[in-house]
């Protein structure tokens, strides 16, 4: 499979990418934990169907010391016993907030607090950020059709 476009090669795209990456970057420094920051992209890669993000987020989850049960009950977090009340909140917040098309309210005041709860100012802020880089990186992905399955931990840091 052939990516439709090659956002290297493309001056324009090049450019932006280039800021893209920065704000990954900003916002795996940010004061959200890794596993939370890896979950989220994560799940929000499973909902968008993400091929290149769910490959890249498992295997940097991985990398980090993340385990395989954890990475496989993400798609059924609410069944699973294995996240804290923290990165359930964190996970459905990143639902709620990928899913603003179907849920004609978008995030939920319930949610919002119950992320509250857990997170801090700071860390509400980056897991916000998190949520809507991950929807605009997943689209830039499925449009052009990138292929999944050849990224190594550590590629785009």
């Known amino acids: 499979m052939d990516a439709r476009l090659n956002y290297f090669a493309d001056p324009t795209a090049g450019k932006v990418i280039k800021y893209f990456m920065s704000a990954g970057k900003a916002l795996k420094d940010s004061p959200l934990p890794v596993a ?25 989850a991985a990398a980090a010391g993340e385990t395989s049960v954890r990475l496989n009950l993400v798609a059924a977090w ?8 923290a990165e359930r909140a964190a996970l459905e917040l990143a639902e709620e907030g990928t899913r603003v098309a179907d849920a004609a309210g978008g995030v939920s005041d319930e949610v919002w607090a119950s992320a509250a ?39 785009f840091h």
């Open 36 to 60: 939370t920051q890896e979950l989220v992209a994560l799940r929000v890669s499973q909902i968008n169907g993400c091929a290149v993000c769910i490959d890249m987020h498992t295997k940097e």
């Open 117 to 155: 709860k857990h997170y801090d100012e700071g860390q509400l802020t980056a897991l916000v950020i998190l949520v809507s880089f991950m929807n605009a990186v997943n689209r830039l992905n499925i449009i052009t059709q990138q292929p999944a399955g050849n990224y190594e931990p550590g590629q």
């Open 78 to 85: 609410r069944e699973a016993v294995v996240f804290t009340e």
